[in-house]
């Protein structure tokens, strides 16, 4: 018999635990660089040592570049020589139709092969002294004084508070002395429960929200309360060289810059859904030429030719973007260069700044993790005070950093500089903001940085030109806010979430209840975790079961009780129509705490964070 499910909330007064540091909202310090000063020690003295190896690999890789190519041209110009020889005297001997041409033949056969070894050996000299500069960077990580190293070292200190805790959270045992067997199997029951029990959370997941209903590549019909499904669509360094330009003619207007409503929302889901269409293009773009390759199944390129395009180029073909309209790209194709080296110590990502005259629009492009350095970022997952005026709120302790750190005057990633530049220089131009999982989390911690939580117009505390608008469109985005802060800002932050994707619902708070899960099985449901695991492996499991459900609402009241962060403003949830049909829903969550307050253990949780599955899945709408 169908049982009712009402998935648990967890109450609007938690509790937030934070460290000590306090986020400022605006302004700079005074020293104009946004970090700390502190004495020079070891670390300090390691970071330097480590910076002059990579500066000694990076002058190899010159060194290595310039011989390569010399060996090219001259193999181009000694063989070129012998070839015209060949080729002269076969004109002048009449035998242009006899040994000349084979000699010939052999000749460019012979520059083939030996530009293709030059091209070779070119490529794994570069492979074995990027692996070496990456080591390099590790060990400064580890020993170093750098962002990275003071990352590293909060989370190693996070993962021992945690571990050394007196107790989990909420009971009387320590996980320590669950023990790691007992730990995996408790959660792996977890997992069994969830998915007995799956169907019934999915409608009471859906019901936490309104579907947007939009005829595919067709008129709007609406958005109604009630349930209806939208149908139809399928889901199967500083190398850095400044481009000025812009996108389009000067007074144009994009669906892709509709018009807001009262509410900040976009007037038509039609409007929304071009937007998502146009922007999860630059955010899957600033991955780089292999990654977009991998999008539509093609296999990087190794070819020879010096006709293959540069990450620039590539990211401008990705996103149907003229090259020329990039403004200014922290993008690079090669893996460091000495800008990246000297100033290793602080965290750069990669981003493209762009000129949109199209929409009128400042495109701010952040690329998602692809390095430890990124890594560490999305790590350092401590929440810390966030204020607005009086209100104190909570956000992603490394995000917020890295973003304000990002915004700062005088960083290597000249963001800052440049948006300045194209706000002054268009005065009624606004702020985009977007990026896919990391990146799309550094967007919207610069939006919530840089716009008034009331209006989402720049403030001028900062320095921007005041009543200018900001938006962000976050795809994959991380838990980033505390739900009252994500409410404050959904006028201007739109956070786009795939199916079961776990990393929107991953942060401190979510991995506090699985540990009180394991605590619970071991505590209050003893030789239950037994039983899911034995029932669901002999496929013996049934949805709508009242005993599953029951349990699965008493684990959750019990146990999803930790203060969470959750994706910022207004979160769009893209799930498959429960009707199986390959079709969409498009859920508006209204309850965050109802959908994204638990990691969801399925096949699908880490696949669908990918890039492309984001990317295949709204080029579909």
């Not at 947007?212 to 850095?240: F, Q, S």
Request: net charge negative.
């Amino acid at each position: 018999m169908a049982t009712a499910y009402t998935v648990s909330e967890p109450d609007d007064d938690m509790v937030y635990e934070s460290t000590t540091r306090h986020v400022q909202v605006r302004g700079r310090p005074a020293n104009g660089s946004g970090r700390e000063t502190i004495p020079y020690n070891s670390r300090d003295a390691a970071s330097d040592i480590f910076t002059g190896l990579r500066f000694l690999v990076g002058v190899g890789r010159v060194a290595s570049g310039i011989g390569f190519e010399a060996a090219k041209a001259g193999t181009k110009f000694g063989l070129g020589i012998a070839r015209g020889i060949v080729d002269g005297v076969g004109d002048a001997t009449g035998s242009a139709a006899g040994v000349a041409p084979l000699v010939s033949s052999t000749i460019r056969l012979a520059e083939f092969c030996a530009l293709a070894g030059i091209e070779t050996g070119r490529f794994w000299t570069n492979f074995g002294l990027s692996a070496a500069d990456h080591g390099v960077v590790t060990l400064d990580g580890v020993f170093g004084s750098s962002e990275l190293a003071l990352a590293v070292r909060q989370f190693a200190a996070l993962v021992r508070r945690e571990v050394a805790s007196n107790a989990i959270h909420g009971s009387g045992i320590r996980l320590v002395d669950v023990g790691a067997i007992d730990t995996a199997k408790n959660l792996m029951a977890w997992a069994c429960l969830q998915y007995t029990t799956s169907d019934a959370w999915n409608d009471a997941a859906e019901s936490a929200g309104r579907k947007l209903i939009v005829e595919p590549l067709g008129p709007v019909v609406g958005e109604p309360d009630e349930d209806v499904h939208w149908t139809g669509a399928n889901v199967g360094d500083d190398h850095t060289n400044v481009v000025q330009g812009s996108i389009g003619e000067e007074g144009q207007e994009s669906v892709a810059s509709a018009p807001a409503t009262s509410n900040g929302h976009s007037e038509e889901p039609a409007q929304l859904i071009a937007a998502l269409r146009r922007y999860i293009k630059f955010a899957t773009g600033v991955y780089g030429r292999d990654h977009i390759g991998a999008f539509v199944g093609a296999v990087p390129s190794f070819a020879f030719s010096q006709e293959s395009r540069s990450e620039r180029q590539e990211f401008a073909r990705h996103t149907e973007t003229p090259i020329e309209s990039l403004f200014h790209s922290t993008q690079t194709d090669y893996s460091y260069g000495f800008d990246n080296i000297l100033n290793s110590s602080r965290y750069k990502p990669t981003l493209y700044v762009i000129e949109d005259h199209s929409t009128q629009q400042i495109l701010v492009v952040i690329r998602g993790t692809k390095n430890l350095q990124d890594l560490m970022v999305d790590l350092t997952c401590d929440y810390e005070e966030f204020r607005i005026a009086d209100e104190v709120h909570h956000v992603h302790s490394g995000m917020m950093k890295a973003a304000q750190e990002l915004s700062s005057f005088g960083h290597p990633a000249r963001l800052r500089e440049s948006v300045d530049a194209l706000l002054e220089a268009n005065p009624s131009y606004s702020i985009l903001l977007t990026g896919h999982s990391l990146g799309a989390g550094l967007a919207t911690c610069l939006a919530l940085h840089w716009a008034e939580a009331s209006t989402g117009l720049t403030h001028s505390h900062l320095g921007f030109p005041p009543g200018r608008r900001v938006r962000c469109f976050a795809f994959a985005p991380p838990a980033v806010a505390s739900a009252p802060l994500s409410q404050l800002c959904e006028n201007y932050v739109t956070s786009i979430v795939v199916g079961d994707d776990f990393v929107p619902r991953l942060s401190l708070g979510s991995a506090r209840d699985l540990a009180r899960v394991v605590a619970f099985f071991k505590t209050d449901a003893p030789g239950k975790a037994e039983e899911l695991i034995q029932r669901v492996a002999l496929g013996r499991s049934t949805d709508h079961n009242y005993d599953d459900i029951h349990l699965r609402r008493r684990i959750e009241q019990a146990c999803m009780t930790s203060a969470k962060l959750y994706p910022a403003g207004r979160v769009l949830w893209i799930v498959r129509d429960a009707t199986g049909a390959g079709a969409l829903t498009i859920v508006e969550v209204e309850q965050p705490a109802k959908v994204l307050g638990q990691i969801l253990f399925t096949k699908d949780m880490g696949r669908q964070h990918f890039p492309g599955a984001y990317h295949d899945i709204i080029s579909r709408l």
